[in-house]
């Protein structure tokens, strides 16, 4: 075999082995994130884990540190695979009015799906608090730069009343859809039904045509 063969057949061989250490981390996080939704972060152990997985406990904390390790890349998986999701709806659509739609639709069911990351937000908050943010925040701080860009373009395209910034609209959906989202999670109201009144309201408003031209 030729040097250069040997090294393609190493690189090879090593690339299949980190792919294998990353797809096993990763079943390792879904069934985590299933357990500690399910019995709280303070009843959820690494051998409760580790049983569930069929490894030795040992083989869990060759992938993570500690228990909160475990947690916290639980909860980091979860807000990349959200923004995977919804980045992957946004752009099937070339509209853009559009795009926000389907965003805010796969937001929500993504959560109506995977309900055990809203669990697992809730828990971030109430057992690290001390932390400076959230991981749920971080995220959508990262998002919102896609999304600024298009905003600006619809309110410099005269499709947005004046008097509004890219910031306050930003805000206002992402605090929307924020609270909808632990609203359906809690009361399990549909995530199709809670996107469809969203954007009705969002997008005509709640007063009627004469009240509107009453207002002005």
């Known amino acids: 075999m030729k040097l250069s063969e040997a090294k393609t057949s190493a690189d090879s061989s090593a690339a299949s082995v980190s792919d ?10 879904a069934t985590a994130a299933r357990l500690f939704a399910r019995d709280g972060y303070a009843d959820c152990e690494m051998e409760s884990v580790a049983s569930e997985l069929g490894v030795a406990k040992g083989t ?3 992938y993570f540190r500690s228990k909160e390790e475990l947690f916290c890349a639980c909860v980091d998986q979860g807000m990349r695979e959200l923004q995977e999701t919804v980045q992957q709806a946004a752009q099937g659509s070339i509209a853009p009015f559009d795009r926000i739609s389907a965003a805010i639709r796969a937001y929500l069911l993504f959560f109506e799906q995977h309900p055990e990351q809203a669990e697992l937000l809730i828990q971030e908050r109430a057992f690290f608090h001390d932390r400076p943010k959230p991981t749920y925040f971080t995220y959508r701080e990262a998002s919102r730069e896609r ?3 298009v905003w600006a373009e619809l309110l410099s395209g005269g499709s947005i009343r004046d008097g509004l910034t890219v910031d306050q609209i930003l805000d206002f959906i992402g605090n929307l859809v924020y609270g909808t989202m632990f609203t359906n999670h809690f009361l399990g109201r549909s995530a199709g039904e809670q996107h469809a009144l969203i954007m009705d309201i969002f997008y005509r408003g709640i007063w009627s045509d004469a009240q509107r031209h009453t207002g002005e």
Do not use: T
């Open 20 to 29: 294998r250490k990353a797809e096993r981390r990763l079943a390792m996080i």
């Open 60 to 62: 869990l904390y060759l």
């Open 147 to 149: 999304w600024r860009v």
